[in-house]
Antibody, heavy 116, light 109 residues
């Protein structure tokens, strides 16, 4: 059974960089595409981007200038960095596995609050 | 960029009733690229339906998906208490890769 777990600071100051890691267990990260998504409190879902084992990425234009994703296949982990954060970046952040057109496995999510 | 509009915003029904949720795309979408998710409070979304009409592993057969082109539907034949949640449709596109509708809240009447 594939499981994903997000980790990282729950509080980030405005203008700083948000950093999260997703650890994948029960399956290899060397297959499929791996995505980050977020959900502001009380709102809908927004896809941030994905990364493949080779380092190929695809980012949502809405955050493309501020996002960097990386992958560490030796640790079965992939990571998200979002720079110059503001209060609008406060959200629950999810990692998920992309299998073609669908996102079939999700982490439980982690709340990141942007506040001084 | 395709926009997905879900209706109604909130649907109030009783257990045992039939639920019909709509997802309309601003332009034609391949059925191969349309999925539905269920999200309960405090939980991550769960994949219900993929390629418009195929149930994901472990999803009860009271859930069904249909549609093509710009109009897609998620139907729950007989509502169980655990079905009351928020439902999202999702399209797999180009940029951005995954687009979601704004969600339909299914609440107990």
């Amino acid at each position: 059974q594939v499981q994903l777990q997000e980790s990282g600071p729950g509080l980030v100051k405005p203008s700083e960089t948000l950093s999260l890691t997703c650890t994948v267990s029960g399956g290899s990260i060397s297959v499929y595409y791996w995505s980050w998504l977020r959900q502001p409190p009380g709102k809908g879902l927004e896809w941030i981007g994905y990364i493949y084992k080779t380092g190929i990425t695809n980012y949502n234009p809405s955050v493309k200038s501020r996002v960097t994703m990386s992958v560490d296949t030796s640790k079965n982990q992939f990571s998200l960095r979002l720079s110059s954060v503001t209060a609008a970046d406060t959200a629950v952040y999810y990692c998920a596995r992309g299998q073609g057109s669908m996102l079939d496995y999700w982490g439980q999510g982690t709340l990141v609050t942007v506040s001084s | 960029e395709i926009v997905l509009t879900q209706s109604p915003g909130t649907l109030s029904l009783s257990p045992g009733e039939r639920a019909t949720l709509s997802c309309r795309a601003s332009q034609s979408v391949s059925s191969s690229y349309l999925a539905w998710y269920q999200q309960k409070p405090g939980q991550a979304p769960r994949l219900l339906i993929y390629v418009a009409s195929s149930r994901a592993t472990g999803i009860p057969d009271r859930f069904s998906g249909s549609g093509s082109g710009t109009d897609f539907t998620l139907t729950i034949s007989r509502l169980e208490p655990e079905d009351f949640a928020v439902y999202y449709c999702q399209e797999y596109g180009t940029s951005p890769q995954y687009i979601f509708g704004q969600g339909t809240r299914l609440e107990i009447k």
